[in-house]
Nanobody
């Protein structure tokens, strides 16, 4: 079973930047569309960004223009560059992968693989 491992979370001041990474545990052709979701205490998990195998990208309105999702050439690592961070961006960030490249990119139900999450804290 492919595993997804996130890293790069931490504490940052408002206006600062962080770069999250998500690495696949093995080379596989069973993970296509990949995405980032986040969850903060008392709130439901929410979509942040997604990237297709073709590298077409999708963003939540709340992060568009500040966050950038990307994938390396091997497609084994996905990144989320987060700039101009706000306190409301804080939460546990999860990377996820779909078994197809045609699922709804913003729906968590379409994702089969999930990482354990990495904490992002933004101080005001």
């Amino acid at each position: 079973q492919v595993q997804l491992v996130e890293s790069g979370g931490g504490l940052v001041s408002a206006g600062g930047s962080l770069r999250l990474s998500c690495v696949l545990s093995e080379r596989t052709f069973s993970v296509y569309t990949m995405g980032w979701f986040r969850q903060s205490p008392g709130k439901e998990r929410e979509f942040v960004a997604a990237i297709r195998w073709s590298r077409h990208t999708y963003y939540a309105d709340s992060v568009r223009g500040r966050f950038t999702i990307s994938r390396d050439s091997t497609k084994m690592t996905m990144f989320l560059e987060m700039n101009m961070l706000k306190p409301e961006d804080a939460g546990v960030y999860y990377c996820a992968g779909q078994k197809t490249d045609s699922g709804n990119p913003s729906s968590g139900n379409e994702y089969y693989y999930w990482g354990q999450g990495t904490q992002v804290t933004v101080s005001s």
